[in-house]
């Protein structure tokens, strides 16, 4: 009798959660069937600046496999202005002018030789949260997805002549609404360009790669613009 009424008991407790869990879902899925809305219409002008880290990722870059601990020796940094404008809640346009420094394992024994390039991209930008209609952190952030091309010029680089060509970029960025002015942002993005970047070009890819994580501010210059998150009402 009393394993049978502890069992009842067990029985009941579950019935009990797995009415919660249920409960719970429906209630999420309900939020979630609600209607969007914009807060605002989503277009408007804003700048930005930004400043970060970068890995170069060339020739000789793989003796930093065969010792780890050297390839913080490897990261540069960077610094940029950002100008956009959101067409819409969804599609937007941005200049991204950067100065990007690089560090160069320039051998096997990892000498290290620094380099500066100043670099300008034009991105297509998406709003993840207005195409998909999905609210994040209530509303008060935005995931943006973009993708871009521009040109590079790197200067005299000791006795190797200046060199000018492409770069391709592509990657994410986090917004944080502080105000209706102001955004934190995040932004992690890989870039691809000529291999010619170092003054060094190689059979085989005929690319080099500079990844690179970002911090930094954006103003919305129409007092609203950053708030194209699609809000529950």
Not at 126 to 146: M, Q, R
Not at 183 to 191: R, S, V
Request: charged letters at 15%.
């Amino acid at each position: 009798m009393i394993i049978l009424y502890y069992h009842k008991l067990k029985v009941q407790k579950m019935k009990k959660n797995i009415a919660l869990i249920i409960f719970t879902l429906i209630l999420i899925s309900g939020l979630n069937a609600q209607k969007y809305q914009s807060s605002s219409s989503g277009t408007g002008w804003y700048a930005g600046v930004n400043a970060g880290v970068n890995l170069f990722v060339s020739e000789n870059y793989a003796a930093y496999l065969l010792d780890i601990s050297k390839m913080p020796k490897a990261i540069g940094n960077n610094i940029g202005l950002t100008v956009g404008y959101d067409f819409s809640s969804v599609w937007g346009a941005r200049a991204v002018f950067t100065n990007q420094n690089f560090n160069w394992p320039f051998d096997s024994q990892l000498t290290i030789k620094s380099f500066a390039s100043p670099q300008l991209i034009f991105d297509a930008v998406l709003n993840l949260n207005n195409a998909l209609k999905f609210n994040f952190l209530n509303g008060n952030s935005d995931i943006l997805l973009y993708a871009g091309a521009g040109g590079f010029y790197r200067p005299l680089f000791g006795t190797l002549p200046p060199v000018t060509s492409y770069v391709l970029q592509g990657g994410g960025q986090f917004n944080f609404h502080v105000d209706t002015n102001w955004d934190i942002t995040l932004a992690g993005e890989i870039n691809a360009t000529d291999d010619r970047l170092n003054s060094i070009a190689v059979d085989g890819v005929p690319l080099d790669l500079f990844p690179a994580v970002k911090i930094g501010f954006i103003y919305h210059l129409d007092g609203g613009g950053n708030k194209k998150c699609m809000c529950y009402y």
